[in-house]
């Protein structure tokens, strides 16, 4: 049967899901089972391309991220794939309506990092964009099922929200894309200046994006709005984390919440939800 196949896909991309992210899949834990199921179909869609981009060393990614990106789009016109974690994307993506040009922004950011190292404003606008902003799009398309008003009016707050986790997440490996990657994200950040200030107006973009990230969050329907506060919070806790410590210290480690932190805010962030106090 193929509803075997279809589960067994779903559970592939959970897993990837869980294995990699530990914050953000303890967070999705809080939607409605069938939502939660597309989220981890997106997230393990996302987190393929991103490996092939970052990890693949001694392969040839630019064809193995080619090929990746014909295959999705072969899945998503015939509704079905041999290839489970495009296999339960398609299904996402099809039932849904998720943008096609969406997928195509992102493979597009998952392109430049195989051939750009250091960004310019522009360049950085249209990465962030491609790697996180349509992230959250694909995810608000789910989120609201159809409701093509709602989506148009929490976009930007959804855009915006994408945008802070993407950016926490460059803080967070500032080290290994530097030293490993040879990557600098951050227009015109100086990574042989470890100083407060030479962090500080990114730290100040990040706080406006969360924001404005929570503002769309309050607006979310009640079913899916605990869960994405949740991993808010969880990012917004790292973000606070680093912003304390030591810059040198940041930028020689990957910083990380302990999951019994973890486990306190997801109790906090349901009670906050329960007495309707997001």
Do not use: W
């Amino acid at each position: 049967m193929k509803q075997l196949y279809d589960n067994v896909s779903f559970e592939l991309s959970s897993q990837i899901t869980k294995r990699y992210s530990t914050s953000f899949s303890m967070a999705m834990t809080l939607l409605p089972p069938k939502i939660r199921k597309a989220i981890y179909a997106i997230y393990g869609y996302v987190r393929v391309a991103d490996e092939i981009v970052d990890t693949f060393e001694g392969y040839d990614q630019a064809v193995l991220l080619s090929e990746f990106k014909d295959q999705t789009f072969q899945a998503i016109d015939r509704g079905i794939s041999t290839n489970p974690v495009l296999h339960c994307f398609q299904d996402v993506v099809n039932e849904y309506n998720i943008d096609h040009a969406h997928i195509d922004a992102f493979l597009y950011s998952m392109e430049t990092d195989l051939d750009k190292s250091i960004h310019n404003k522009s360049s950085y606008d249209t990465y962030i964009y491609g790697s996180a902003e349509v992230v959250g799009l694909m995810c608000l398309h789910v989120f609201l099922d159809g409701n093509q008003a709602e989506y148009e009016r929490l976009k930007p707050f959804a855009q915006k929200l994408g945008s802070a986790f993407q950016k926490i997440n460059f803080l967070r490996d500032l080290g290994h894309d530097v030293n490993e990657l040879d990557r600098v994200y951050f227009p015109g950040f100086n990574p042989n200046d470890l100083s407060k200030e030479n962090f500080q107006k990114i730290y100040d973009d990040i706080q406006h994006d969360f924001d404005q990230g929570l503002e769309g969050i309050k607006g979310l329907p009640k079913s899916v709005r605990c869960a994405v506060y949740t991993a808010y919070k969880y990012y917004l806790r790292l973000f606070k984390k680093i912003k304390t410590m030591n810059t040198i210290k940041a930028f020689e480690a990957r910083i990380r919440i302990n999951n019994l932190i973890k486990l306190r805010i997801l109790f906090s962030s349901y009670l906050r939800h329960k007495i309707n106090f997001i």
